[in-house]
């Protein structure tokens, strides 16, 4: 008897897989696992305008980092097609531009495309921009989404050793499912 009370009670704790993370303003949920990737950190910022980022690791060498935030702004429209989404993915190739410029980044090659919906069951759109190079003499392949919920940005960066991966259509997926999800 003694034995089925501790099965039972060990059986009622949750385990380590079931941990969501909840982002409050989005409600986003971020599980421990998501397209067979494995939840890392997570970091709150101090600066509240630069919010946080989640970071979720494959086995391969993939890494997919969330990050949700506001800049400072009380408007944001949603979706990745707006004047301000636009501005936001310039601003990030100026910053893959200047890691270059710093020697982070070599040989740098930087592909934009239209925006699309990252999730099957959504039409949310996601402004995207892919860049293939050097860093540190390794072959580094990264892809970048950006859209917009609840007066936030979304950006997704999934960067792989090779750009073989097989997270790289199933991560953001998940997450525009995820998206797709807290705008319901």
Do not use: C
């Not at 740098?108 to 293939?132: M, Q, T, Y």
């Amino acid at each position: 008897m003694r034995f089925i009370t501790i099965l039972l009670l060990f059986l009622s704790i949750p385990s380590i897989a079931d941990d969501v993370f909840v982002h409050e303003q989005t409600l986003l949920n971020f599980p421990s696992q998501l397209a067979n990737m494995k939840r890392e950190e997570i970091t709150e910022y101090p600066d509240p305008s630069a919010g946080i980022s989640i970071n979720y690791r494959a086995t391969d060498g993939t890494l997919a980092t969330v990050f949700i935030y506001n800049r400072g702004l009380q408007s944001i429209p949603s979706g990745g097609e707006s004047e301000l989404i636009k501005n936001e993915m310039i601003e990030v190739i100026r910053s893959i531009k200047y890691l270059e410029s710093q020697g982070v980044y070599s040989d740098l090659h930087i592909l934009g495309g239209e925006p699309i919906a990252l999730s099957k069951s959504s039409d949310i759109k996601w402004s995207r921009v892919a860049f293939v190079g050097s860093a540190k003499s390794n072959l580094i392949v990264s892809r970048i989404y950006i859209t917009s919920i609840k007066d936030n940005f979304i950006k997704i960066r999934l960067t792989t050793p090779d750009g073989e991966s097989k997270y790289v259509d199933s991560f953001p997926e998940a997450i525009g499912d995820l998206v797709a999800n807290a705008e319901k």
